[in-house]
Protein backbone atom coordinates (compact mmCIF):
# COMPACT_ATOMS: atom_id res chain seq x y z
CA UNK A 1 0.00 0.00 0.00
CA UNK A 2 1.03 3.28 -1.07
CA UNK A 3 1.83 6.31 1.60
CA UNK A 4 3.49 9.20 1.14
CA UNK A 5 2.23 11.86 3.87
CA UNK A 6 3.56 15.10 5.02
CA UNK A 7 3.78 16.66 8.20
CA UNK A 8 6.02 19.66 9.66
CA UNK A 9 3.40 22.52 8.59
CA UNK A 10 2.37 25.31 11.05
CA UNK A 11 2.14 28.98 12.12
CA UNK A 12 4.98 30.68 11.80
CA UNK A 13 5.88 34.86 11.86
CA UNK A 14 7.45 36.33 8.94
CA UNK A 15 10.90 35.92 8.69
CA UNK A 16 10.88 32.58 10.13
CA UNK A 17 12.07 29.06 9.63
CA UNK A 18 10.08 25.53 9.00
CA UNK A 19 11.17 22.12 8.11
CA UNK A 20 8.21 20.17 6.14
CA UNK A 21 9.24 16.41 6.21
CA UNK A 22 7.39 13.93 3.74
CA UNK A 23 7.61 10.42 4.95
CA UNK A 24 6.65 7.63 1.81
CA UNK A 25 6.17 3.56 1.56
CA UNK A 26 5.02 1.27 -0.26
CA UNK A 27 7.34 1.69 -3.76
CA UNK A 28 11.27 2.06 -4.31
CA UNK A 29 11.41 5.75 -3.14
CA UNK A 30 15.02 6.12 -4.83
CA UNK A 31 13.74 5.44 -8.08
CA UNK A 32 10.99 8.25 -7.86
CA UNK A 33 11.52 11.91 -8.24
CA UNK A 34 10.28 13.86 -5.08
CA UNK A 35 8.40 16.94 -5.61
CA UNK A 36 7.17 19.65 -3.24
CA UNK A 37 4.03 21.92 -4.63
CA UNK A 38 1.88 24.28 -2.81
CA UNK A 39 -1.25 25.78 -3.19
CA UNK A 40 -1.90 29.30 -1.61
CA UNK A 41 -6.07 30.90 -1.10
CA UNK A 42 -7.15 31.30 -4.41
CA UNK A 43 -4.29 30.54 -6.10
CA UNK A 44 -3.19 27.90 -8.74
CA UNK A 45 -0.76 24.94 -7.43
CA UNK A 46 2.45 26.07 -8.08
CA UNK A 47 5.44 23.76 -8.13
CA UNK A 48 8.18 24.55 -5.89
CA UNK A 49 10.72 22.20 -5.76
CA UNK A 50 12.38 18.76 -7.49
CA UNK A 51 15.01 16.18 -6.26
CA UNK A 52 16.10 13.94 -8.08
CA UNK A 53 16.03 9.65 -6.96
CA UNK A 54 19.57 10.00 -6.02
CA UNK A 55 19.31 13.56 -4.43
CA UNK A 56 22.20 14.84 -7.05
CA UNK A 57 20.08 17.25 -8.57
CA UNK A 58 17.91 19.59 -7.35
CA UNK A 59 15.53 22.65 -9.01
CA UNK A 60 13.13 25.55 -7.47
CA UNK A 61 10.95 28.04 -8.41
CA UNK A 62 12.17 31.08 -8.95
CA UNK A 63 9.79 32.77 -5.18
CA UNK A 64 11.48 30.49 -3.65
CA UNK A 65 15.21 30.76 -4.76
CA UNK A 66 17.29 31.02 -2.29
CA UNK A 67 15.52 30.30 0.70
CA UNK A 68 13.83 26.81 0.37
CA UNK A 69 16.03 23.50 -0.17
CA UNK A 70 14.85 20.75 -0.80
CA UNK A 71 16.83 16.82 0.11
CA UNK A 72 16.23 13.54 0.81
CA UNK A 73 17.08 10.69 2.88
CA UNK A 74 16.70 7.30 0.98
CA UNK A 75 17.54 5.02 3.53
CA UNK A 76 14.16 6.81 5.55
CA UNK A 77 12.35 7.02 2.42
CA UNK A 78 11.60 10.95 3.67
CA UNK A 79 12.18 14.14 1.36
CA UNK A 80 12.36 17.33 3.15
CA UNK A 81 11.86 20.94 2.55
CA UNK A 82 13.51 23.41 4.34
CA UNK A 83 11.96 26.82 4.64
CA UNK A 84 13.97 30.05 5.40
CA UNK A 85 13.22 33.45 5.42
CA UNK A 86 9.09 33.09 5.19
CA UNK A 87 6.85 35.37 3.66
CA UNK A 88 3.24 35.80 4.14
CA UNK A 89 2.95 34.75 0.39
CA UNK A 90 4.58 31.72 1.21
CA UNK A 91 1.15 30.53 3.10
CA UNK A 92 -0.04 27.29 1.32
CA UNK A 93 -0.70 24.29 1.63
CA UNK A 94 2.24 22.25 0.55
CA UNK A 95 1.89 19.16 -0.74
CA UNK A 96 4.86 16.18 -1.66
CA UNK A 97 4.92 14.20 -4.74
CA UNK A 98 6.55 11.36 -6.09
CA UNK A 99 6.80 10.60 -9.83
CA UNK A 100 8.54 8.10 -11.93
CA UNK A 101 8.11 8.16 -15.50
CA UNK A 102 5.65 5.50 -16.94
CA UNK A 103 4.67 4.91 -13.55
CA UNK A 104 1.73 6.41 -11.45
CA UNK A 105 2.42 9.38 -9.53
CA UNK A 106 1.59 9.61 -5.94
CA UNK A 107 0.49 12.59 -3.72
CA UNK A 108 0.20 13.29 -0.18
CA UNK A 109 -2.92 15.24 1.30
CA UNK A 110 -1.10 17.93 1.87
CA UNK A 111 0.13 20.46 5.19
CA UNK A 112 -0.68 23.81 5.83
CA UNK A 113 1.99 26.40 6.37
CA UNK A 114 0.36 29.69 7.49
CA UNK A 115 3.04 32.89 7.65
CA UNK A 116 1.31 35.61 9.91
CA UNK A 117 2.32 37.94 12.55
Known amino acids: QVQVVESGGGLVQPGGSVRLLCAAS????????MTWSRQGPGKERELVAT????????NYADSVKGRFTISRDNAKNTVYLQMNSLKPEDTAVYYC??????????WGQGTQVTVSS
Open 97 to 106: KAQRRGFDAY
Open 26 to 33: GFTFSLYV
Open 51 to 58: ITGDGVST
